[in-house]
Antibody
Framework: QVQLVQSGAEVKKPGASVKVSCTAS????????IHWMRQAPGQGLEWMGI????????TYAQKFQGRVTMTRDTSTSTVYMELSSLKSDDTAVYSC??????????????WGQGTLVTVSS | SYELTQPPSVSVSPGQTASITCSGD??????ASWFQQRPGQSPVLVIY???KRPSGIPERFSGSNSGNTATLTISGTQAMDEADYYC?????????FGGGTKLTVL
């Protein structure tokens, strides 16, 4: 079955960077785009961006431009999301999810289990 | 930027029909998806392309989308349906989520 497994929880200090991994299985990795979202405690879902595992090209939400980098390693079917210059309000659960086979459109399913990133001094 | 608006909360009695709306400019011209999120769990897709159910989603979940409003309908609501529900659509090449609706079954 299609599965996305993420790396474990992280605690970071303000100003640091965090890199979260998302390893896919159960399907052909390079065929489907991968989305990244986050959810702050008690808040709603926020889309961060999307990566094409085949070519590595990305689209980022304007809010995160310049601060987020999404990359992939096709040899391990893993995508990474790195967020820099962390602030306390970046504390959230970060989740990857499989998208469609085209850069825009398509549905988002399934989701990884989420990775809690806590930013605290 | 494009916005999707949902009511913060909806209440329904067990066995009754729950309707959750999602409003956005010309939303009917786009495809809408709906996600269910139970406490402490990752979101689960329950409706995609306005009215399609993924495998494993009960038939009591249905969707529609016209004009400026998409609607998620849960018929014969069960206690297990109590959760947060989020609508989602694409605006050009970016994904937009609604603010979420807490469905209470009481």
């Amino acid at each position: 079955q299609v599965q996305l497994v993420q790396s474990g929880a992280e605690v970071k200090k303000p100003g640091a960077s965090v890199k979260v991994s998302c390893t896919a299985s159960g399907y052909t990795f390079i065929k489907y785009y991968i989305h990244w979202m986050r959810q702050a405690p008690g808040q709603g879902l926020e889309w961060m961006g999307i990566i094409n595992p085949s070519g590595g090209n990305t689209t980022y939400a304007q809010k995160f431009q310049g601060r987020v980098t999404m990359t992939r390693d096709t040899s391990t079917s893993t995508v990474y999301m790195e967020l820099s210059s962390l602030k306390s309000d970046d504390t959230a659960v970060y989740s990857c999810a499989r998208g469609g086979t085209v850069p825009a459109g398509g549905w988002i399913d399934p989701w990884g289990q989420g990775t809690l990133v806590t930013v605290s001094s | 930027s494009y916005e999707l608006t949902q009511p913060p909360s909806v209440s329904v009695s067990p066995g009754q029909t729950a309707s959750i709306t999602c409003s956005g400019d010309k939303l009917g011209h786009k495809y809408a998806s709906w996600f269910q999120q139970r406490p402490g769990q990752s979101p689960v897709l329950v409706i995609y392309q306005d009215n399609k159910r993924p495998s494993g989603i009960p038939e009591r979940f249905s969707g529609s989308n016209s004009g400026n409003t998409a609607t998620l309908t849960i018929s014969g609501t069960q206690a297990m349906d109590e959760a947060d529900y989020y609508c989602q659509a694409w605006d050009r090449s970016t994904v937009v989520f609604g603010g979420g609706t807490k469905l209470t079954v009481l």
